[in-house]
């Protein structure tokens, strides 16, 4: 925060709780010449209905100033003036992390438990389970989905078929380091007038006509190879 920014909003919160004080020593002050508790305001309505001018309830008022004298408590110990910390040094990044730790050291002996059993014995703990559902639904479900049926681009995993393979450790393996189904390119191996061969191949594969089928023999050959 810039000085300018910590120095307007300080001003502006001290500012509103000096106008409430001061709004309220204005309205509770009795109207000068007021003479008997029993004078009003001189309004009138309906004809009858008139309103008494008498202070405000002195309880309803010390309510009022009690507020502002939590209020300045609050600002003394706490922060909320621009770029001061307040006394106690509370900020809710601290509360945050302290929260994060403490979930964390519950939790530890838990995962440590996990970390060691096979994992064909975790999958019959449900509470294992539980947790991986979890786990599962807030990292992975956005890709596999949350059924885990997988979609477009996006390999099911509820079936046998496997790219890289079902047993538990590559499983692991593929979570951990992930995988990339990658082509290597073919440049240095074949030479570009190879390259432009095996595509005029390919080209032609799905059923379209090559214009070049000199082109198309010399990569069907290189395609075998
Ligand atoms: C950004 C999208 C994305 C996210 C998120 C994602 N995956 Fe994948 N996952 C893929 C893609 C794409 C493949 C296929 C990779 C390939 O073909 O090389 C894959 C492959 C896999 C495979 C291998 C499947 C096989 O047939 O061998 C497993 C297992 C897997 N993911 C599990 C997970 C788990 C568990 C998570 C969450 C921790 C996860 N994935 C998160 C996109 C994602």
């Known amino acids: 925060m810039s000085n300018f920014w910590s120095v307007f909003i300080t001003v502006l919160a001290l500012a509103n709780i000096v106008g409430c004080f001061l709004l309220i020593r204005w309205t509770a002050k009795p109207r000068p010449g007021e003479a008997s508790a029993d004078e009003t305001t001189g309004h009138v309505w309906d004809g009858d209905l008139m309103e008494y001018n008498k202070p405000m ?22 922060p909320g003036l621009g770029k001061f910390q307040g006394l106690l040094g509370w900020s809710q990044y601290d509360a945050y992390e302290e929260q994060v730790a403490e979930v964390e050291q519950r939790v530890a002996p838990l995962f440590a438990e996990y970390a060691a059993t096979p ?38 995993l509820t079936d046998n078929d496997w790219l890289y393979g079902g047993a538990p450790e590559t499983i692991t393996q593929t979570i951990l380091n992930g995988r990339s189904g990658m082509m290597p ?33 010399a990569g069907k050959e290189r395609f075998a190879a």
Request: hydrophobic share 40%.
């Open 119 to 156: 994992i064909p014995a975790l999958a019959e703990n449900s509470d294992a389970m539980d947790t991986g559902r979890r786990l599962f639904a807030n990292n992975c479900a956005v890709c596999h989905g949350s059924d885990a049926r997988g979609a477009t681009g996006y390999p099911n």
């Open 57 to 78: 309830p002195r309880w309803w008022l010390w309510l009022f100033y009690l507020t502002i004298i939590f209020a300045l408590g609050y600002l003394v110990l706490y």
């Open 185 to 217: 390119g073919w440049k240095p191996v074949l030479g570009e007038d190879g390259v432009k061969e095996v595509a005029a191949y390919v080209y032609q594969l799905n059923g379209r006509t090559s214009p070049n089928p000199e082109l198309v023999e």
